[in-house]
């Protein structure tokens, strides 16, 4: 990493453990337990010594900053079959059993396609300035290729919640692909490993810059396209699927970079100059940190896990072509296995050209950190994967917390450290954070979710000590807006601010503690005092437990109408109530069975 920063002080003995993570990351469990020395030396662009893990910065963030939530078509919207819509990628592959935790699907999710309006009151409530969404491309172009048909109900719904959000001064931040293919051109043509995706994703940004470009503003080509091709291609735990290891996700990606290539294209010659927007994509990126700072090979393993990450996609839109070490890497080990070629394709100096400098901002959506360091594949040159490209290993350290997901650790300092990466490596680009947030497993319903504030607190926290570094921050998207869909996860993961009731059929929100602070931090733009942020907590946490008290009664009514159903009617009634009860959180199951045994009891009496 030409830039990568060689020196921070590093604190005292750290415990390193390789845990599971939302890909086969660690080949082996075994805890490493490594002395991790202090080391200080000169920066180049930024002064990493400065960057105390301890210390709060208070201060505030630049006038204009744009604060939002997000949230994405699949993951809110349900409706899935409804007005004309195709099927998606992910509508078929949800529906297949084992693919999604329970079971689960996107059906009817939160019902977001039927609550414009309330949604957008909760986010006047938080005061929001923007909101960022996807289009469902099958929901405007029911079999993906525009020339067969494109569906007006799809067309009138985005505009009706384009219109709401501008009524309501909130900015609508539009996100063109966020995973849910059309499914007919994935049967047709085998999905982004075919290039005729490239044509086919232009008409359809075309359509929606023509349908809804006079009113928004900032378009986001692909959400996390590393996901879309390792998930999707790679290891297949994502729609649609598929485990073409070793190249699926490079080609996948390699026809990606390119759509989104066009798309900027198509925006610049076609509608830049009449609608005055800005073309971005959002690329995820975990922060990797060397292990042993005095260890090059660490150092330099590091650097590779962010270059197989967000540099993949952004160094070819940034400068023209893939990182030279993934170049390097994947070639060497082709080699190794006999391939006349590289499995990582090549761009012709033409497409170098055409792609370098397609982007009008960067999208980062950033949730985590892990340690890396040096390791060969152990499994030797047949094996044949994205990850044992890379020759690393991720660890993460076990004080992290992690309240939630199983690979998100709480991990603030790698923020800001990955956002200075950027600004060395990219030129300073304009930056929107476009997904920033933590989830919560799905157990006893809580609404007073103090370590998401925690969380909040310190990553935008350490965003604003970025942007001092100088990193050119436009805005930050709260990720998410509501508990929703989470792919492979179901619903057992909620990254709401707002909790959404999923048994219920109206699909209530509630806020959590969260919405309060969030709303402190917005209103202040940013972090007056100490005390001051201290009694935002206090308060927040406060007014939650009502809240708390509502939902937990609420959740009591149902439970106790779901008994009173199987006390009558036995045996339809059960049926009812394994449809119903659609997850059964620990604390309803316990009021369920000592309710029913309760009532056993009373009967036996009678
Ligand atoms: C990134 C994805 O873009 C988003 O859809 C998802 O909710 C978050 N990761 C959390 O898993």
Redesign the pocket.
Same mark, same amino acid.
């Given at each position: 990493m030409s830039s990568h920063p060689s020196s921070y002080i590093r604190e005292d003995l750290i415990s390193l453990c390789c845990r599971r993570t939302?890909q086969p990351r660690c080949g082996n469990s075994a805890c490493h337990v490594l002395m991790l020395v202090l080391c200080l030396s000169a920066a180049e662009d930024f002064d990493w010594t400065k960057n105390n893990h301890g210390s709060f910065y208070y201060g505030t963030f630049p006038t204009g900053f744009s604060w939002g939530a997000g949230?994405?078509a699949y993951?809110t919207e349900g409706a899935w079959d409804k007005d004309g819509k195709g099927l998606s990628i992910w509508d078929v592959f949800s529906h297949k059993k084992g693919k999604i935790q329970l079971n689960d699907t996107g059906d009817s999710s939160c019902e977001s396609y039927y609550k414009i309006k309330d949604d957008i009151s909760l986010m006047k409530e938080i005061r929001l300035n923007h909101y960022r969404f996807s289009i469902s491309w099958p929901r405007i172009i029911p079999t993906g290729v525009k020339s067969d048909h494109v569906n007006g109900k799809g067309i009138q719904f985005y505009d009706e919640l384009i219109d709401h959000l501008l009524e309501n001064h909130i900015t609508p931040i539009v996100t063109l692909y966020?995973?849910d293919l059309p499914q007919v051109l994935q049967e047709k043509y085998g999905g982004w490993q075919n290039i005729s995706m490239v044509n086919h994703f232009n008409d359809f940004a075309n359509l929606c810059f023509e349908k809804f470009g006079d009113r928004v503003k900032h378009w986001i080509t692909f959400?996390?396209p590393w996901?879309m091709a390792v998930e999707g291609y790679e290891t297949g735990e994502h729609a649609p699927g598929l485990k073409l290891r070793g190249t699926g996700a490079y080609r996948a990606a390699h026809h990606i970079i390119k759509a989104h290539a066009k798309v900027w294209h198509t925006y610049d010659t076609q509608w830049r100059a009449k609608q005055k927007g800005l073309v971005g994509i $959002?690329l995820?990126g975990d922060w990797g940190e060397p292990v042993d700072i005095s260890n090059q090979k660490d150092i330099e393993a590091a650097e590779r896990y962010v270059q197989f990450y967000l540099g993949w996609f952004a160094t070819p839109i940034f400068h023209g072509d893939y990182p030279q070490v993934m170049k390097d890497f994947v070639g060497r080990k082709s080699v190794q296995q006999g391939l006349g070629t590289s499995r990582l394709p090549v761009f012709s100096s033409q497409e170098k050209s055409y792609i370098k400098g397609t982007c009008d901002f960067l999208g980062i959506?950033h949730?985590t950190t892990r340690y890396i360091t040096q390791r060969n594949d152990p499994t030797g040159r047949s094996s044949n994967s994205y990850f044992t490209d890379r020759d690393l290993a991720e660890l993460v350290d076990p004080r992290w917390p992690d309240p939630g $997901?199983e690979?998100?650790y709480s991990v603030p300092w790698g923020f800001r450290r990955l956002l200075n990466f950027v600004k060395t490596q990219y030129g300073n680009p304009m930056i929107y954070v476009?997904?920033n947030?933590v989830?919560e497993k799905m157990m006893c319903t809580e609404l007073c979710d103090e370590w998401r504030i925690q969380y909040y607190k310190d990553y935008i926290n350490e965003m604003l000590k970025a942007i001092r570094d100088g990193v050119n921050v436009k805005g930050y998207t709260a990720?998410?807006l509501l508990d929703?869909f989470?792919?492979d996860?179901g619903y057992s993961?909620r990254?709401g601010l707002y909790y959404v009731d999923f048994r219920n059929k109206n699909k209530p929100r509630y806020p959590k503690a969260s919405v309060q602070f969030y709303k402190r931090i917005i209103s202040s733009n940013g972090f007056p005092n100490q005390r001051e942020v201290e009694n935002w907590r206090r308060k927040a946490v406060e007014m939650c437990s009502s809240s708390n008290q509502l939902l937990a009664a609420e959740e009591q009514r149902s439970t106790a109408a779901n008994i009173l159903r199987l006390i009558h009617d036995p045996l339809t009634s059960h049926m009812e109530m394994v449809t119903e009860i659609v997850v059964p959180t620990v604390c309803t199951l316990s009021i369920l069975i000592s309710a029913v045994l309760l009532m056993f009891l009373l009967r036996r009496r009678n």
């Open positions: 939302m949230g994405s993951q966020h995973w959400n996390n996901s $959002s995820s959506g949730f $997901s690979w998100l476009t997904e947030g989830s990720w998410s929703k989470e792919w996860e993961e990254f």
